[in-house]
């Protein structure tokens, strides 16, 4: 685990993070609460992050305040609204899924088990805390719900160590377009342009195929759950390895081709419309600073809103 982490080059030229990290929870992985009652076994991985370290963080967060919440924009996302009581689909289950965190090479950092709860906090956190303790300063994290986990994150008692090491938080490039805007502005990394190109939604092919091993363990022990998930997560990274040159040579090629075909035509606009380099991050300020002004919707932005819809309402 983390051993292809490696340090900054002689010379290298700083950047803004020093490593790209995604993290989401699956509750594909989920086991019935009395299968293998008889097997007492614990399968020891350094890919799991222990329900012990994971419980430190639980209720241990204050609420937000007006002021501490940056974007209101997820009361939607069933993530941001998960609870420790247990729905209709979590009944008789013990774990109900792993939350899972993997750099941008497609590479298992960690895990830990969801248990009998939805998507809590207190999954994240203990691995930011896991992030904050093994790689430093420099990390960028990218969260489905990242705005809102941002909040909740330096609200807890990592909040100090966040800021001391400059970790950043995003939201998937995919999952975040149904963020509103002024969300997108503060989180989104195609906004923010300090991540390249990296979408931070590497989970989602890495769960694509661990949903595979799910049938394996929905009624063996803890003990048997645990070893097969490390064991698909060690054979993932160790196939992650194998393509890892052409992996990044696809990548570079990847930005050198937009840099060959998008540059120009940006460039012809920006000479067309007189748009310099400085006035297009003024563009993002500007916008910023309109919608930390703005309180709530414009009333005549609404009315027309509203006539719009009673147009398509009768059409």
Known sequence: MMSHSIGQLRDEPPLPHTKLVSCDGNNSSKRFAHAGHQDHRAFDSDYLIGEEEVNTFADEVPPATLQDAPVQCTDKWKTSRATDNATHWMDGMRETGNFLFSCRHGMILFSSDMVRSG???KYPLAGVQRLLQVFGEGIAVGYDIGCDFSGTAMRSRLGKDIRALRLSFYVGAF??????????LEFHPRIQCTAG???????????????GTAHLFRYASRFHRHMTLHLFWEQWDHDRRAVLADFLHKKYKHALEILDTVGPTVRLYQARSQISDEQFRQFIVDEKEYFQQLRKEPEEEKIQYEYLETLQELS
């Open 197 to 211: 190109l990296e979408d931070f939604e590497t989970n989602e092919w890495i769960f694509s195929r661990q949903n």
């Open 119 to 121: 998507e809590l906090s």
């Open 175 to 184: 999952h975040g377009y149904a963020h509103n805007r002024k969300c997108q």
